[in-house]
């Protein structure tokens, strides 16, 4: 999913009164007009209010502001709520008081139908079996800039050969932090994701050579998320609680975690139950524990059973949980995984 900073979009809201006065004299004519132009809404059961919603199985599209049809490829959509259509720039502008309302209402709805949707785990590239969330079980190789299991690096590792080299493209192992460096810009340069989100580790620590620069590490982080590296949004929102390299600002740390949390990063989720919960929104937080207790998350089923017992959470959804989270630990586990995470854990 491609996330956008919808922070950006952000408009003046003042409106002056006696203009919107006028303005709404003038939209009721033009309403009239539309209603009696247009006969593919009948056709289309698009009832009143949802003029300019691109019609269903057509190209065929009413402008939300004239009401005159056109080809849906053709015009102007409305950027924010992607809902409405305008046959050009002057309609989509004469059009914008009227549509504001609706349009915020809109993208409210479609960012908490995003929010509490499941999200399909990231893969291994290598065994194909979702990620674990939890990161000391990942690793970021800076030949190819992908992450992999530490099970297909174990298995690697035990292979004949196979000591410090990638399990994904057989490139041995950096043989020096400046090495490292160097391959972690050279996959920068080339847009990968992963490689933006280390780089800004890098800055993080003062590591590789490096002074040691917050913001810059933010920038970075910015960068990754953009290009669908949930971490980047993770960690960048993290630094807005925690006011590393920026001012303590809570509303961007959950704005970054959610988007975070949208792309699957499951601390970002289970952060953001911790959050809604600290704000007595009990509600909205065991709507993310469950999410991320479903997506293999172990800390997450305890808020989510001690929200079953005080009766918040209703039989079925508390078994559905709990059965996601087997399926999900069990979709997880490889023979590989097991033997690394033995190694693990006696260290
Ligand atoms: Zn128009
Ligand atoms: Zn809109
Ligand atoms: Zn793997
Ligand atoms: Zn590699």
Redesign the pocket.
């Known amino acids: 999913m491609s996330s956008t900073d919808t922070t950006k979009d952000v408009e003046d809201d003042n409106i002056d009164t006696v203009n919107e006065d006028i303005e709404r004299v003038v939209i009721s004519e033009d309403k009239k007009d539309t209603d009696k132009d247009c006969t593919s809404c009948e056709q289309n059961n698009i009832t009143e209010g949802t003029e300019g919603v691109a019609l269903k199985d057509t190209s065929v599209c009413v402008c939300a502001s004239c009401g005159k049809k056109g080809d849906s490829d053709d015009m102007n959509t409305c950027n924010k709520c992607k809902m409405v259509k305008y046959c050009n720039a002057a309609c989509k502008k004469k059009h914008r008081k009227k549509h504001k309302k609706a349009c915020e209402k809109r993208v409210a709805e479609l960012h908490e139908e995003q929010l509490f949707k499941d999200v399909e785990p990231d893969e291994c590239p290598i065994c194909l079996i979702p990620l674990p969330p939890d990161q000391s079980q990942i690793q970021f ?1 800076s ?2 800039g ?1 992450l992999i299991c530490y099970g297909c690096i174990y298995a690697m590792k035990m292979s004949e050969g196979g000591d410090d080299i ?1 399990a ?2 057989r ?1 041995p192992y950096a043989s020096s932090d400046q090495e490292c460096f160097k391959r972690v810009k050279k996959l920068v340069d080339k847009g990968n994701a992963n490689a933006f989100c280390h780089l800004a580790g890098y800055y993080k620590e003062g590591s590789t050579g490096l002074p040691q620069d917050l913001t810059k590490a933010n920038e970075l982080n910015h960068k990754a998320g953009e290009l669908g590296c949930a971490r980047g949004y993770y960690l960048l929102g993290m630094n807005y609680y925690g006011g590393h390299g920026v001012e303590v600002d809570i509303k961007k740390a959950v704005y970054y975690c959610e988007l975070a949390a949208m792309n699957g990063y499951i601390d970002a989720r289970y952060n953001l139950g911790a959050n809604e919960y600290n704000s007595g929104n009990y509600d909205r937080s065991l709507k993310h524990f469950i999410i991320s207790a479903k997506a293999g998350h172990e800390l997450s089923l305890v808020p989510v059973k001690n929200g079953y017992e005080q009766g918040l959470v209703g039989k079925d959804e508390y078994a559905n949980t709990l059965r996601s989270y087997h399926e999900r630990q069990k979709e997880m586990k490889s023979e590989m995984r097991d033997k690394a995470a033995a190694i693990l854990d006696r260290r």
Request: glycine share 0%.
């Open positions: 190789r030949c190819c992908k990638c994904f493209c490139t």
